[in-house]
């Protein structure tokens, strides 16, 4: 995370400008909001949590500290041709949304019509979380990664859809279980022909 870290990211931060915070202020942080929260940051149990939290945070949002080009970057050419529809389905996500901050997670479906070669099945795989582990909605997160496949990889056609559970909308507010927002979103081939989108919902089980 570090290295690509944009300071200007925490311009607005007051007494962080032009700086990451530091590992200390980040704990600090983490222990303020405990006793917001109503419990006492020095007893024993929670005396190594800000650390913890801190490390927790370093994963959650790794995916600030990598980019889809890299992920992207390799292509094969030597596939026997083979032009078709190549979809990977069930790659299961976790995220944060950007107003609670709290977890949702669920699976994502993707699809791409080759046209320059194809990518290593992996790598979309990997994509998904260079902008799940980010503050998102789900909205955005289905957008980037439509966005990075086709800047990527130039198919003839993309689709993406996304299936997922807000936490904010569990654990708090409207308390409502259950709920499995979708959210899709097709270009190329796919945009343009309803027979290949029918495809795509077929491929993953929707039809
Ligand atoms: N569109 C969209 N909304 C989201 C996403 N994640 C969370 N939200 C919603 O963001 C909204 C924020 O609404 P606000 O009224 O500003 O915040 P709030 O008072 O905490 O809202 P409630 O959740 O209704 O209690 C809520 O309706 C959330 O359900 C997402 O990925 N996409
Ligand atoms: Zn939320």
Redesign the pocket.
């Known amino acids: 995370m570090d290295a690509t870290f944009n300071a200007s990211n925490v311009s607005a931060l007051p007494g962080h400008e032009n700086r990451r915070p530091t590992q200390q202020e980040a704990e600090d942080a983490v222990r303020t909001l405990i006793a917001w929260a109503g419990d006492d940051p020095t007893r024993e149990g929670l005396l190594e949590t800000p650390g913890r939290v801190a490390r927790a945070y370093g994963e959650f949002f790794s995916g600030y500290g990598q980019n889809a080009a890299d992920v992207l970057s390799k292509t094969f050419k030597d596939v026997g041709g083979y032009d078709d529809i190549v979809l990977l389905k069930d790659i299961p996500f976790h995220s944060h949304?950007?107003?609670?901050m709290v977890p949702?997670f669920g699976k994502a479906h993707i699809a791409y019509l080759p046209h320059d070669g194809v990518v290593g099945l992996s790598k979309l795989a990997r994509l998904v979380d260079v902008f799940a582990k980010r503050l998102?909605?789900?909205?955005?997160?289905t957008a980037q990664i439509i966005d990075a496949v086709n800047e990527n990889l130039n198919p003839r056609g993309a689709a993406v859809m996304l299936e997922?559970e807000?936490m904010?909308?569990t654990m708090?507010?409207?308390h409502s279980h259950g709920v499995t927002?979708v959210t899709h979103r097709f270009t190329g081939v796919f945009a343009e022909e309803r027979e290949e989108r029918d495809r795509f919902f077929a491929f993953i089980g929707k039809r």
């Open positions: 949304c950007e107003h609670h949702f998102q909605t789900q909205e955005n997160l997922a807000h904010c909308m708090r507010g409207v927002t």
